[in-house]
């Protein structure tokens, strides 16, 4: 499994975008990449994937890098309720079956 | 749609005994996989099922088993507990897809004392 290397903790002020980077070098070809929160005390959420190209959906966009080697995730106007542990991950569904390898995650502080 | 549903929430246990907790999955979802997570190592992945076929499967000790019934439902089972052992256990569905994304349940704490 490709291993992720993200920042320990970040900080943002309220209304502003929060871009946090993920560097995953060994990504091969077919692994997509994750993103992944989770509150304190609940279970994690998922918020958005890609393989190659960027993605946006109404949580957040997803911005790869050409060679693919690091990613950003970009909440476009943080609120409180986006402080939160955010996992970067790469995997690959082998006939759908599906490991997600999480790493330490970066704890995003919104600070109001 | 309902989410994914665990119980129970928490639980105590005394080292030694053994515990089952249990997953319901997202209607029509038929992977089912579960996670450990402590405050030392994380979020660690446990195995995963579909259709009552175990696909994958973390480095955990054989104390730790689990099962899919034809429901999708899933329990897993931790036998001879030990103190090491307390963690919020979470449990995750997702479809079958090229990608697919995966939902949580709120977990279960459980507590080995």
């Given amino acids: ?112 | 749609k309902a989410g994914v549903t665990q119980t129970p929430r928490y639980l105590i246990k005394t080292r030694g005994q053994q515990v089952t907790l249990s997953c319901s999955p997202i209607s029509g979802h038929r992977s089912v996989s579960w996670y450990q997570q402590t405050p030392g190592q994380g979020l660690q992945f446990l195995f995963e099922y579909f259709s009552e076929t175990q696909r994958n499967k973390g480095n955990f000790p054989g104390r730790f088993s689990g099962r899919q019934f034809s429901n999708s439902r899933s329990e897993m089972n931790v036998s001879t507990l030990e103190l090491g052992d307390s963690a919020l256990y979470l449990c995750a569905s997702s479809s079958q897809g090229a990608v697919a994304e995966a939902f949580f349940g709120q977990g279960t704490r459980l507590t080995v004392v």
């Avoid at chain 1, 980077?21 to 918020?47: K, L």
């Avoid at chain 1, 476009?76 to 997600?100: E, F, N, S």
């Fill in chain 1, 1 to 112: 499994d490709a291993k992720t290397t993200q920042p320990t903790s970040m900080d943002c002020a309220e209304g502003r975008a929060a871009n946090l980077p993920c560097n995953h070098s060994t990504i091969s070809g077919n692994e997509y990449v994750y993103w992944y929160r989770q509150i304190h005390s609940q279970g994690p959420q998922y918020i958005i994937h890609g393989l190659k190209n960027n993605e946006t959906n109404e949580m957040a966009s997803l911005i790869i890098t050409e060679d693919r080697k690091s990613s950003t995730l970009i909440l476009p106007h943080a609120t409180l309720r986006d402080t939160a542990v955010y996992y970067c991950i790469v995997g690959i569904l082998i006939q759908g079956a599906q490991k997600l390898v999480f790493g330490q995650g970066t704890r995003l502080t919104i600070n109001p």
